[in-house]
């Protein structure tokens, strides 16, 4: 008798194995390599993408190095909407930044603008939505600071906007629609920004809720009925509102800024928190697009 870690059985295992996967005159032993080049094709490597949700997705700046050309434009790797450039915003390494390359504004005069496509990407109704990015802000240095803000400033009627005030020492999602907004010092976070490290931000707004999420976690929730954000002269500002003030202009980083045509969940929020870039399928439309900008995430 022999024990199954004796040399004879090691051998004769061995010698059945090697027939095996040299020779494939047995049914169960190609089924079995099969399988096996199966579950190596589908593994997924310790660094594999999560996906961000791409149900309602509208535009997507990622602000990689192979979408923006920093002295005059950024584009939305979804729709190709570009975002112009003003002032002299860097384009910091990847290093610095939370996914990719990302866009560093110096607090002054940098900010870049979205004007719209046709047909419109922008302006348009908004019977929901929601904003979505990183930011690293290194200095409070003015009141009102627009992160991100979909306005038609001036008339000021009709705002989204992620922001951040530092002389009442709040942040938030701000809404202005059908005649009704936000109300700051009731609806905000009543602190500072958080200085020098990345924040996960998103709001949502469906036309009677707002929703404030602050690196998952929902930091705030309240009725706003004020209805659609209708279309009309919106434009979408980065960095500062939409018409360029200089006023309430951001000192720190932007990155992977989403804009979705509805309300996510706070599973999505949290899946987006997580998210590396998007999803490949070969039923995207946008397949060649997405698979570039996955294969320069995988550095």
Known sequence: MYLKSGTRFQDRHFVKNSQCFTVFTNAKCAFAFLLLALLLWNAQPTDAITGAVEDGLVAYWSFD???????TEAVDILS???AAVKGDPELAPASDCQVGECILFDGSVDRLL????NPPTIDRDW???????????????????RIISLDDMPANT???SLYYDDDDNQHGFFIRAGGKSTVAAKDNVLKDIPLEEWLHLVGTYDGETVHYYVNGKQEKKYAMKGGKIPKGGLFLGIGDRSD????????????????????????????????????????RKHLSMTWGHIKARRR
Do not use: H
């Open 127 to 145: 019977d929901e939505i929601t904003l979505e990015c990183w930011v690293y802000i290194n200095a409070l240095d003015d009141s009102w600071n």
């Open 65 to 71: 190095k192979d979408t923006v050309k920093i002295k």
């Open 158 to 160: 009709a705002v989204a």
């Open 80 to 82: 190709g909407l570009a």
């Open 244 to 283: 360029g003030c200089d006023c309430d202009t951001i000192q720190g980083y932007i990155d992977e800024f989403r804009i979705y045509d509805r309300v996510l969940s706070a599973a999505e929020v949290q899946n987006n928190m997580k998210a590396t870039g998007l999803d490949v399928s070969p039923s």
């Open 114 to 117: 979205v004007e719209d496509s």
